[in-house]
């Protein structure tokens, strides 16, 4: 059993630059080449084909990812401002505020009491004449109960931007996240699945979206001329017609693109997935062998059958009548770090756009406001660490039995 020592903190989360990433990382500086090249093409090509996904376009967050996808299907569909677009109301903040930084209007719908996912049952009781999307987020590494949202899309003519900025590799029904969309959208922050420090992933199988994508993370640069690799052909025709466009921009575009350096840390996180993935779900299982003894007071992770889950933390709920704080504290006190269950309708800044009752609204999301949390199980905690997590666990019911 370890004790940990001041200041010694057991994470939800980490980043490890083993020597792979680092010699990758190296070769990128030794090659003077910093914008997008080859590791940058690599990564993206095996982030596509692991997701099951003819295109992948790296930029520099899961939000510009997100603000990107959305801008692309704006602009091939002709989406007005003020068009509505179908969100949970259990997400991270930035899936509201990339629909309302584009001009739309955020429809919620409440979430699955178990998975914490989207309920499917309730999107279409939301679906309007102006409703132009539905954004499936695959929380926590699971992914969403994907047929019916995909029915109800079909039925209705909308498009799905899958948000799995916390979801990566995981299948659902033998398909891999990423894969049922128009356009898919993933984040590499520090201790997500894949770290590359800062960075993201779009994903998409249409050659129209992968043109507009990758023009907008480049200040929507005409397609012709994106990288500095794009004018170098011996055609001279062909030379003197990028030569004169490529200072050209043909919509309104962003500053999201990513160095080399980020891609090549991808690209040697790419190559140990499986081991990444694989450690994840081992830690998640042995938590849930030793935790399950308090399943009168707790709501561990559970999901069907026919779905992966990926893990990129361990979520939790408390049932009442304990309080999550109290076991939050107890927690914390003993070094092991928790979040909150990425609660929305309960943030300021919501209520103020939304109304004082915008949380009432969606009751089981507002549970999990009340109830949830998550820890950490990334692939480096050692069993020690484990171990030592299920003793405080145990310590605190212990103490609510007496």
């Known amino acids: 059993m370890i004790t940990p020592k001041i200041g010694y903190?057991?994470?939800?989360?980490?980043?490890?630059?083993?020597?792979?990433?680092?010699?990758?990382?190296?070769?990128?500086?030794?090659?003077?080449?910093?914008?997008?090249?080859?590791?940058?093409?690599?990564?993206?090509?095996?982030?596509?084909?692991?997701?099951?996904?003819?295109?992948?376009?790296?930029?520099?967050?899961?939000?510009?990812?997100?603000?990107?996808?959305?801008?692309?299907?704006?602009?091939?569909?002709?989406w007005k401002d003020g068009d509505e677009?179908?969100?949970?109301?259990?997400?991270?903040?930035?899936?509201?505020?990339?629909?309302?930084?584009?001009?739309?209007?955020?429809?919620?719908?409440?979430?699955?009491?178990?998975?914490y996912n989207i309920d499917p049952t309730q999107i279409e009781a939301k679906i309007t004449p102006r409703t132009r999307a539905i954004i499936p987020v695959h929380l926590f590494g699971l992914p969403c109960e994907m047929d019916p949202i995909l029915e109800i899309?079909?039925?209705?003519?909308?498009?799905?931007?899958?948000?799995?900025?916390?979801?990566?590799f995981s299948t659902y029904k033998g398909k891999p996240v990423g894969s049922f969309g128009d356009m898919a959208c993933?984040?590499?922050?520090?201790?997500h699945l894949l770290v590359t420090g800062v960075g993201g992933v779009v994903t998409m199988s249409d050659a129209k979206y992968h043109e507009i994508a990758r023009s907008l993370i480049n200040h929507g640069r005409d397609p012709i001329y994106?990288?500095?690799?794009?004018?170098?052909?011996?055609?001279?025709?062909?030379?003197?017609?990028?030569?004169?466009?490529?200072?050209?921009f043909v919509r309104q575009g962003y500053s999201f693109r990513m160095t080399e350096m980020e891609a090549a840390l991808g690209v040697g996180q790419l190559?140990?997935?499986?081991?990444?993935?694989?450690?994840?779900?081992?830690?998640?299982?042995?938590l849930l062998r030793h935790l399950k003894k308090w399943n009168h007071f707790l709501q561990l992770p559970s999901w069907p059958k026919y779905a992966e889950h990926s893990f990129m933390m361990f979520p939790i709920m408390v049932r009442e009548p304990l309080s999550k704080w109290d076991l939050i504290v107890h927690l914390e006190k003993n070094n092991i770090e928790t979040r909150e269950m990425v609660p929305l309708t309960n943030q300021p800044v919501y209520r103020k756009m939304f109304g004082e009752d915008f949380e009432a609204?969606?009751?089981?999301?507002?549970?999990?406001n009340e109830c949830g949390f998550y820890i950490g199980c990334y692939q480096d905690l050692s069993k020690k660490e484990l171990d030592y997590i299920i003793s405080?666990?145990?310590?605190?019911?212990k103490s609510q039995v007496k």
């Open 9 to 78: 903190q057991i994470g939800v989360g980490n980043a490890k630059i083993s020597s792979r990433e680092r010699r990758y990382v190296n070769e990128a500086l030794k090659s003077n080449r910093l914008s997008p090249g080859r590791f940058t093409q690599q990564f993206e090509n095996q982030f596509a084909k692991a997701h099951d996904c003819e295109y992948a376009v790296m930029c520099n967050s899961g939000t510009s990812a997100l603000m990107t996808a959305i801008a692309t299907l704006k602009e091939v569909f002709a």
């Open 85 to 115: 677009i179908l969100v949970p109301a259990l997400t991270f903040v930035a899936t509201v505020n990339v629909v309302l930084n584009a001009n739309f209007t955020p429809v919620f719908v409440d979430i699955d009491p178990v998975t």
């Open 153 to 168: 899309a079909k039925r209705k003519n909308l498009r799905i931007i899958e948000d799995s900025c916390e979801t990566m």
């Open 186 to 191: 993933f984040s590499t922050y520090v201790a």
């Open 226 to 248: 994106i990288t500095m690799d794009d004018d170098k052909t011996s055609e001279e025709e062909k030379f003197l017609r990028i030569v004169q466009r490529r200072f050209r």
């Open 271 to 286: 190559e140990q997935k499986d081991k990444i993935l694989k450690g994840r779900r081992e830690n998640a299982s042995y």
């Open 361 to 368: 609204r969606y009751p089981h999301a507002k549970r999990v």
């Open 392 to 397: 405080k666990f145990d310590e605190f019911f």
